[in-house]
């Protein structure tokens, strides 16, 4: 019996499906060792900033992540389900990332032997180094990586004793925040006395010096000029106030200082008080690489630069293009305005950088014309927190160290006007199922014909 020969629709439906089959399985294959993905979400809820990335980049061995927190919590239900996804987005990075958890109701031996205070902290551990957090957000996490990534533990030392700003101060003028700041990213910060201490210590990373409400004594300058003969790193932060001692400290940098505040109409297109001043651009730096938010300096000094063969200088910040060095006090109840005859023009210098070679060891120096942009009032304007990280991080020859910026989360509300309201609910109550109804009558009507 002859049996029938397939018809070619036949042959062609069998030859279809074979290759379907083996576009799906090479797809998965393909799927399966070279995974992807992409966020969608208006906020990249899913996806980690760069620099989040790039912090992940620098922690060569595994991470373990520990989080001490009952299976349902009674306000936020099943917080181990939330906790797994944000750590999750981290290991898409980093696969050498684990995360446990360990119920501090069921295990409290556990939770004594790590000093666990409270329910959902998490312990994040990294080589010998532990850290322990309260919050779980991509700037908190990032920045506990990022400390852990800065295995060096540097010592920054800030001059004291003559009512300088103290970096571990909570008055407006200090600089707490900013030394708070410091040490989450690894840093031990100390107070120096140069009237107890014999010289500034050789293993400080770099000196940070405010400006004295007093003068130093002749002998703390010489230790301070020492410093900087002997190569140490130095960050100065210089208000418009006279030195106080510190004229042959400005002298050796090559530092010109003109009398005076700067004034920026700029600000006061901002509604900010005119001796403040934002910054107009930076200039090509390792400092400022890729930074590209506003700063702010109140009351800032402009420097200038004297001729000199000994630094390089690089300018760091700029500021007040259409602005000025006002020759008279500041004050806020009357408009200023440019006196071409006895007022400086801008633009200025708000923050420079000085190198050198001193006993075959490259030198850093940044001197920025006020301390107050780094203030406990000021320091939380735009990007004056993370300028300064990146000064300190270059001073301590830390170029690749990188400050975490908080994820900003866009604003999904959609506002629409009554008359908006208005054309939205007729178009979706009545026009639109009208004109259907009018489809749908044609469409019957021509198969009825």
Not at 41 to 66: C, D, H, M, W, Y
Not at 212 to 235: C, F, M, Q, T, Y
Not at 376 to 398: C, F, H, K
């Amino acid at each position: 019996m002859k049996l029938p020969r397939p018809s070619p629709l036949l042959l062609k439906n069998i030859a279809f499906t074979a290759l379907l089959l083996i576009a799906a399985s090479a797809l998965y294959q393909l799927a399966a060792r070279h995974s992807m993905q992409w966020d969608m979400t208006q906020t990249q809820f899913n996806s980690l900033e760069p620099s989040s990335i790039e912090v992940l980049k620098r922690l060569s061995g595994a991470v373990n992540i520990t989080v001490y927190i009952t299976e349902q919590d009674v306000k936020q239900g099943d917080m181990r389900r939330l906790i797994r996804k944000f750590i999750a987005t981290y290991q898409r990075y980093k696969s050498d990332i684990s995360l446990t958890f360990v119920d501090p109701q069921k295990e409290p031996e556990a939770m004594r032997t790590v000093a666990i205070q409270s329910n959902g902290e998490m312990v994040v551990e990294y080589g010998t180094r532990t850290v322990h957090l309260n919050s779980f957000n991509e700037q908190t996490l990032s920045s506990a990586l990022l400390n852990l990534a800065h295995s060096k533990n540097e010592l920054l030392m800030y001059l004291n004793g003559h009512g300088e700003r103290k970096l571990d101060g909570s008055a407006n003028h200090d600089l707490g925040d900013f030394g708070k700041k410091l040490q989450q990213s690894g840093y031990r910060i100390s107070s120096l006395d140069l009237t107890l201490a014999a010289d500034v210590p050789g293993n400080a990373s770099l000196l940070l010096l405010t400006h004295p409400r007093s003068a130093l004594l002749p002998g703390e300058v010489d230790k301070l000029l020492r410093h900087i003969d002997n190569g140490g790193n130095l960050l100065w932060l210089i208000d418009a106030e006279p030195l106080r001692g510190l004229e042959p400290l400005a002298e050796k940098l090559g530092l010109l200082l003109t009398p005076g505040s700067v004034i920026d109409p700029a600000a006061q297109d901002m509604n900010a008080p005119a001796n403040w001043t934002l910054s107009a651009g930076y200039p090509p730096h390792a400092v400022t690489a890729n930074f590209d938010l506003i700063t702010v300096f109140p009351f800032a000094r402009a420097l200038g630069r004297e001729e000199s063969d000994t630094w390089q200088r690089q300018t760091l910040v700029e500021g007040a293009p259409r602005g000025w060095i006002s020759s008279q006090p500041f004050n806020p109840s009357h408009q200023p305005r440019f006196d071409k005859n006895r007022d400086i023009p801008g633009p200025f210098s708000l923050a420079v950088a000085l190198q050198r070679s001193v006993n075959d060891k490259e030198q850093r120096i940044i001197v920025v014309g006020g301390a107050s942009f780094l203030a406990n009032t000021y320091s939380g304007n735009v990007g004056n927190m993370d300028l300064g990280i990146n000064m300190v991080n270059w001073l301590s020859n830390e170029d690749n160290l990188i400050t975490i910026q908080p994820r900003s989360n866009k604003d999904g509300t959609v506002i629409l006007s009554a008359r908006a309201l208005t054309v939205i609910s007729i178009t979706l109550v009545i026009v639109l199922p009208l004109l259907l109804a009018i489809l749908g009558g044609i469409q019957w009507w021509r198969r009825r014909g």
